[in-house]
């Protein structure tokens, strides 16, 4: 009779398809496609590159993992630690494990109680369709010219 409603992911993981496990360390920049998860310690840049499919890349950093460096990637499940700034193009769930430290810009955020953020969060409003610019500028000119 009584049910509790289950709770839906704000990101739905897909196939994952590399894995940095937590005994590695990488030093450089590290640019992937698809999904990834870190358990390791990467020290540079990770970009997150759409494939053919042109699906959001997604990034998974485990409470273990630890980043060095600014990220880019389509969407970011963080729950380790982030020393640099994130730049996510949609969707960001900071779990209650994360530690951030630098400016976030994101579409869409969630943050479980016990996150950290250390830096400025900016949220990104969606691009406007180029289809539905009006140029005002010119109307208001020709409306000038009639009523002299």
């Known amino acids: 009779m009584f ?3 289950k709770k839906r992911p704000f990101i739905k993981m897909a196939a994952l398809s590399t894995l940095i496990a937590d005994d590695v360390e ?19 840049d990770v970009t997150g590159r759409a494939g053919a499919d042109a699906a ?8 273990k993992g630890c980043i060095e460096g600014r990220v880019h ?8 630690t982030v020393v640099g ?13 994360a530690r951030v430290t630098g400016t ?6 969630q943050m ?11 949220r990104v409003e969606a691009a406007a369709a180029a289809d539905n610019v009006v140029d005002l500028v010119a109307d208001k000119a020709g409306a000038g010219a009639d009523r002299r």
């Open 56 to 63: 959001p890349t997604l990034l998974v950093l485990s409470a």
């Open 73 to 80: 990637t389509g969407d970011a499940v963080i729950n380790g």
């Open 26 to 44: 990488i030093t450089g920049d590290l640019v992937f496609s698809g999904g990834m998860r870190i358990d390791g310690r990467v020290r540079g």
């Open 104 to 109: 976030i810009h994101y579409r869409q955020l």
């Open 112 to 122: 479980d109680v016990g996150a950290t953020v250390q830096g400025q969060l900016v």
């Open 85 to 97: 700034d994130l730049d996510i193009e949609q969707r960001l769930e900071l779990q209650s494990d």
């Open 3 to 5: 049910t509790t409603p």
